[in-house]
């Protein structure tokens, strides 16, 4: 095999000093040629998303490109809750309880309006007739026959007085009442009976 020596030294030069980027063809005699490919070179370019990476081996062997465009986006609208509320509950004699945002109190049978509707149907009387413990809870109301009080209808007539002027249990009964000078009612057949009824006596006067 015939090197040509002065050719080869100096692609040698060449190559070690890194000039050497381009291919060169070596004489090995009797026709024969050899193709020296130079260094290798890597490319690397990112831009974004891409990738672009290229080897050189004396050409181009290949090259690979990846690209991810899959962004997660999460949109999220902003949510408004508005709430208004106003409930009306209205009672047997046409008192109301409203939601106190309405600035609207329970009215009581006898016209009196209550502040405050959580104070119907508490368990303690707050309008004057009482009437938020009966109609106030939708119950059939009796109303007493002196001071207009309220009780619920079945308390009537149930043989305990209930009003104060006893009237649940004569009005009440249905039955015609007399009324004592103190107010208390007793059954109209009571009076002028020679047994005195009220304490007053007054069942017994002008008999």
Known sequence: MNIDLSKFL??????????????????????????????ETSTTSTTGTSDD?????????GTATGTDSSVPTTTEAPTSTTEATAGTATDATGGTATDATTGEGFVCSDGTALENPAWVCDEN???????????????????????KKEIPATWACDEVPDCLDNSDEVTGCGQE????????EIPAAWKCDTAQ?????SDEADC
Request: hydrophobic share 30%.
């Open 53 to 61: 990476t290229t080897t050189t081996d004396g050409g181009t062997e």
């Open 10 to 39: 100096t692609v040698a030069a060449l190559m070690s000093q890194g000039l050497g980027t381009a291919a060169c063809t070596i004489n090995l005699g009797n026709g024969l040629t050899d193709t020296n490919i130079g260094p």
């Open 177 to 184: 009442a007399f009324t004592c000078a103190d107010g208390i």
């Open 197 to 201: 009824d009220c304490a007053d006596g």
């Open 125 to 147: 009387p707050d309008c004057p007739d009482g009437s938020d413990e009966v109609t106030g809870c939708g119950l059939e109301a009796f109303t007493c026959s002196g001071d």
